[in-house]
């Protein structure tokens, strides 16, 4: 997901859902990025994040944030990672619309935006890895969702 969005030194990048802090871990590590911002509901996984952080001496360039995905910062993001579900990426399109900066790069790794134009789409081991560059993708030339096409017609 990381060399897809090309992430490099300049990039903050978030990931909404971090999980384990993987995505976290190798924005900084692997692809170099300025800083990392992790958000984790589950307190489990937010323990656990913590632990990895402080055993990769990243604490003190990745944050992270043990609350809601829908209520995260994304002011400062230039990518953004997630792997979420169809649902979920629908509730958060209207955010990442609004919050983002021109030239984010989202990435979906399975469920793709309904009513996105994909600026890449990569295929491998039964998985599929979407890229999103803001706002060209919900702006000219992309497709109008389902919903905004059930609006026009009501």
């Given at each position: 997901?990381?060399?897809i ?9 978030v ?32 323990k656990?994040?913590?632990k ?13 944030v ?15 990672t997630l ?17 983002t ?18 600026n ?6 039964g998985?599929?890895?979407y ?7 919900y702006?000219?030339?992309a497709?109008?969702s ?9």
């Amino acid at each position: 997901m990381l060399e897809i969005a090309n992430v490099g030194s300049s990039d903050v990048v978030v990931d909404l859902g971090c999980g384990d802090a993987r995505m976290l871990i190798a924005a900084i590590n692997d692809f170099g990025a300025k800083t990392a911002v992790g958000y984790e509901l589950r307190e489990d996984l937010y323990k656990a994040s913590l632990k990895s952080l402080e055993f990769n001496k990243l604490s003190e360039r990745v944050k992270l944030v043990h609350g809601d995905l829908f209520n995260a910062d994304l002011s400062e993001a230039t990518v953004v990672t997630l792997y979420l579900t169809s649902m979920a990426n629908e509730r958060l399109k209207p955010k990442l619309e609004k919050e983002t900066r021109t030239g984010t790069r989202i990435v979906s790794h399975d469920f793709s935006f309904n009513g996105w134009k994909a600026n890449r789409i990569e295929r491998f081991n039964g998985h599929t890895i979407y890229l999103y560059v803001l706002p060209e993708a919900y702006s000219v030339g992309a497709q109008p969702s389902i919903r905004d096409s059930w609006r026009f017609w009501r």
